[in-house]
């Protein structure tokens, strides 16, 4: 059914491949532009180095040997023990000579003028013709308070009155807007920074009480006040000190002094009062007189105190200026009861123990050495400074300083030769003893008008600052030049000749 057999082959042309071969389309694609930058950098420094090989020792020798000069000993010897003895006499010559004394080397760059870094003032307070009646530094030394009252005629006790603080390292300090401004009912007579605790100040007002107060409590920052008792001053106050207590190192009192001729020290309690601790009186017929000092009137007579300063060498020994123009030596330690006068809740004593010759109107200010134990300068309504010395009853020193009032005096905290006074002339006062005996420094002009310069204070942790206040209303902060803060070698013995002068 079925037979092998060969059939031709069959041929189909590819249409396609005709078609693709006739046709022919060239196509090209580019992704989008590409945007290029040229730019050249280089490192921000360079340094170039050179290395060497060490030089070879044997070299060396060879340079030295070519260069050593002969040496003639014996010669040198000779010269030497020939001129030793002329060496010698000059070098003991030199060694006592006082040519050089009080220069010192130093390589820091000085500051040769007394500026004025600061004006600061409460517009309220002048505008009611305050006056700044006492300033103080904090323990920081970056705090200074001021007191706002009046110390010329007139009843000021209900004239109200202010406290104002400055932190003079405050960013933004306005001079015209204190940090704290506390209202005071009284006139404030004098304020004291507390020696450890930055923020605390007591102040005494003119009628007669004694406050404390705290400037980290903004709201309310009275925290201590005596209250008007039987134990409290009957005379303005014009004067507080904080007094550490002997019986607890680390606890402080606060003392007090008034016209009303009492020195009162005052213990904290915890209802927010002031009671009276220990107190003194002064009476005119319990004030030691030298020959040469006139007698005291009859009958118990009140010595108005104005002043006070404790020795920095032994804390029971004090110095008080009073109302007669007389400085008083006197002492805590004292047992002898005052003459009876008004009651008190607390026996006073008489604390005088000498007295010195008087200035010719009341004493203002007086101010005990820091680096001598029986200096102390006073200053009163006569224009004169005295420097005294514990140890007799003649001043060492007497200048005038001012035609019209001296109404503070302070001993530079740096400097042993170096006070500052307040005129009511309007001018604050350096002098520096290792220059000149009898006339200033240097005198600044604290007020155009030549209204008075009331107080002045050194900054014991800032000591190129002095602050002073005027009865203009205005605290000026001055910076020292570095003649005034930096102690010279021999300026303590200079201090020790001073202190060891007598006089007839």
């Known amino acids: ?9 069959a041929d189909v042309e590819s249409l396609w491949r005709r078609d693709q071969g006739g046709r022919g389309e060239a196509k090209s694609c580019q992704t989008g532009e590409i945007s290029t930058v040229e ?15 060490d030089q070879s020792q044997e070299a060396v020798q060879d340079f030295n040997l070519c260069h050593r000069a002969p040496v003639d000993y014996a010669g040198l010897l000779s010269f030497l023990q020939r001129v030793e003895e002329d060496v010698i006499k000059e070098l003991n010559k030199n060694w006592r000579s006082h040519a050089f004394d009080g220069f010192e080397v130093n390589w820091t760059d000085q500051n040769e003028t007394v500026s004025c870094l600061y004006s600061l003032s409460y517009p309220e307070a002048q505008d009611q013709k305050l006056q700044v009646t006492s300033i103080s530094w904090n323990a920081t030394g970056s705090v200074v308070a001021c007191s706002y009252g009046r110390l010329d005629d007139g009843d000021w006790s209900t004239q109200k009155s202010y406290v104002c603080t400055w932190n003079l390292d405050r960013r933004g300090l306005n001079p015209q807007h204190p940090d704290l401004v506390v209202d005071v009912p009284s006139s404030v007579m004098c304020l004291a920074f507390h020696p450890s605790e930055p923020s605390l100040i007591a102040g005494g007002l003119f009628s007669g009480e004694v406050v404390v107060w705290d400037t980290s409590r903004i709201e309310d920052p009275l925290i201590w006040r005596t209250g008007m008792t039987d134990d409290t001053h009957t005379d303005p106050v014009y004067q507080v000190e904080w007094m550490q207590d002997l019986k607890h190192s680390h606890h402080f009192q606060v003392l007090s002094i008034s016209t009303d001729g009492k020195v009162l020290v005052w213990q904290t309690e915890r209802d927010g009062r002031l009671t009276l601790a220990e107190g003194f009186a002064l009476v005119a017929q319990q004030v030691p007189r030298s020959a040469n000092l006139k007698k005291p009137m009859r009958g118990e007579t009140a010595v108005g105190v104005t002043s006070l300063s404790f020795s920095r060498f032994d804390p029971t020994v004090f110095v008080i200026g009073v109302e007669g123009g007389y400085s008083l030596k006197c002492s805590t330690a004292v047992e002898t009861a005052a003459l009876p006068r008004m009651g008190s809740s607390v026996p006073l004593k008489a604390p005088a123990q000498f007295a010195f010759s008087p200035h010719g109107g009341p004493v203002y200010c007086v101010s005990c050495s820091p680096f001598h134990r029986n200096l102390f300068l006073s200053s009163g309504t006569d224009g004169h400074v005295h420097l005294h010395s514990m140890l007799q009853a003649q001043p060492l020193v007497s200048l005038q300083l001012s035609k019209k009032y001296l109404f503070s005096v302070s001993w530079s905290p740096i400097r042993p030769l170096v006070f500052a006074a307040a005129s009511g002339e309007g001018e604050v006062q350096l002098f520096d003893f290792g220059k000149s005996s009898q006339k200033p420094a240097v005198s600044i002009k604290q007020t155009s008008d030549q209204s008075p310069v009331y107080c002045i204070e050194f900054n014991i942790k800032q000591t190129q600052l002095l602050a002073a206040g005027d009865a203009t209303g205005t605290v000026k902060i001055w910076q020292l030049s570095s003649e005034f803060t930096e102690q010279g070698p021999r300026e303590m013995n200079q201090l020790e000749q001073l202190a060891n002068e007598v006089t007839d």
């Open 1 to 9: 059914m079925f037979a092998d057999g060969a059939a031709g082959g």
């Open 39 to 53: 730019a050249a950098v280089q490192s921000h420094s360079s340094r170039d180095a050179g290395i060497q090989t």
